[in-house]
């Protein structure tokens, strides 16, 4: 019997078992170690804030969150599913980080009818032709963060741009989310491998091309490294950089502080969003943790909210999964962002912001917002997605 088959089976047999109980079961696989393992921290940590703010009922139900480590390997994370799906019984699975990941999953939580609610991966496959119903995105489209910045820089009159990002789905869909709105010559365009920590031959090509901008996706460890090997080799100052709020943000200014000031970012939130959720978020998140919170802290804290929303609005019932993908899809989510709508695709339709890498008022380094560059942004392809 082929993998597919035994999936298939195994669905089968969870359908005609009834649930034990009405307690919801989330599974959280997100990368708890390795040099991405701060953006599964923030992600977890976030969700569990939200929780914990729900009385540990998301949606009037008692909530219990499995976790488990995916150490941002896909053959790793697509066994966790599997043991998810058959073992733990989970109805829904959330955090995922990596966009290869959340590509190699997808066919096992699908064919269980588990609900795929990614906290942050939102590669265009599944925004387009592979979208799929047991498939949600409550943070972004991975191009929808870069197209921010490809329209600033566009704007701000820079005519040749260098470009580099990781050589996976979301460098990918990055660096084309930034020429969609970028028009000037393309000095070079380049990706790197997956992890790679040392970027001294790629800075050296970066120099002979003598850009007046450049233009770089490195979330996680690799952002860390690039950043402080960008001041190293002479060219903080003396060309500009730019990237998305995931190369900038609070799990890597920490670890680069002063090297990344005066950088603008993009993303769909701020530490400094201007609603009472997102101030109590902040504050909570920081008395809870010792730290700012990250974007990505963020967005595990709004993954939750829409499922809690979503479990409110089916009265609890986890077993109509029909009624539960349409509560899913209809959500008004109040988010830490503002309210935010679903598309078609299940993709988010919300503002994006730019934001100035500053020193607060208490001298820590952080973000804050410049400007709404997209106001109710819908992604690039959801024309492409069968479900209407």
Not at 17 to 36: C, F, R, Y
Not at 227 to 253: M, N, R
Request: aromatic fraction near 10%; hydrophobic fraction near 45%; include cysteine.
């Amino acid at each position: 019997m082929t993998r597919n088959l035994l999936t298939l089976a195994s669905a089968l047999a969870l359908l005609a078992t009834p649930a034990a109980a009405d307690t919801l079961k989330i599974g959280m696989i997100t990368t708890l170690s390795g040099p991405g393992a701060g953006l599964g921290i923030d992600i977890r940590d976030g969700f569990a804030l939200a929780v914990e703010h729900a009385g540990g009922k998301l949606g009037g139900q008692d909530t219990q969150v499995i976790e488990a480590d995916d150490q941002q390997k896909p053959d790793v994370a697509v066994g966790l599913a599997n043991r998810m799906v058959e073992r733990d019984r989970v109805q829904m699975v959330t955090g995922v980080v990596w966009s290869n990941l959340a590509l190699a999953m997808l066919p096992t939580l699908a064919g269980g009818q588990t609900f795929f609610i990614s906290p942050n991966a939102g590669p265009s496959q599944l925004a387009g032709a592979q979208c799929n119903p047991y498939f949600f995105n409550a943070a972004y489209q991975n191009d929808q963060i870069h197209e921010a910045v490809g329209k600033h820089v566009q704007d701000e009159g820079f005519k040749k741009v260098y470009l580099m990002a990781p050589n996976y789905p979301a460098g990918k869909d990055g660096l084309a989310g930034f020429k969609r709105y970028y028009k000037g010559e393309v000095a070079g365009e380049v990706y790197t491998q997956v992890g790679q920590l040392d970027y001294a031959a790629e800075l050296a090509q970066l120099k002979a091309a003598a850009p007046d901008a450049v233009y770089v996706f490195y979330p996680g460890g690799m952002g860390i490294n690039f950043i402080k090997q960008y001041e190293q080799a002479g060219l903080k100052g003396a060309v500009p950089l730019f990237g998305p709020g995931f190369s900038f943000d609070q799990d890597i200014l920490a670890a680069v502080g002063e090297s990344a000031l005066g950088v603008k970012n993009s993303a769909q939130w701020s530490p400094d969003l201007d609603n009472a959720a997102n101030k109590k978020f902040v504050a909570d998140f920081k008395a809870k943790y010792g730290r700012i919170p990250s974007m990505y802290a963020a967005q595990g804290y709004d993954t939750a909210l829409l499922i809690d929303t979503a479990v409110k609005a089916v009265g609890g019932n986890l077993k109509d999964k029909d009624t539960l993908r349409a509560a899913l899809a209809s959500a008004k989510l109040q988010s830490l962002r503002g309210e935010v709508a679903f598309n078609t695709n299940h993709y988010p339709i919300h503002n994006i912001y730019l934001r100035e890498v500053v020193k607060g008022a208490d001298g820590a380094v952080t973000n804050k917002t410049v400007a709404t560059v997209f106001t109710n942004h819908a992604d690039a392809y959801v024309k492409d997605c069968p479900m209407k």
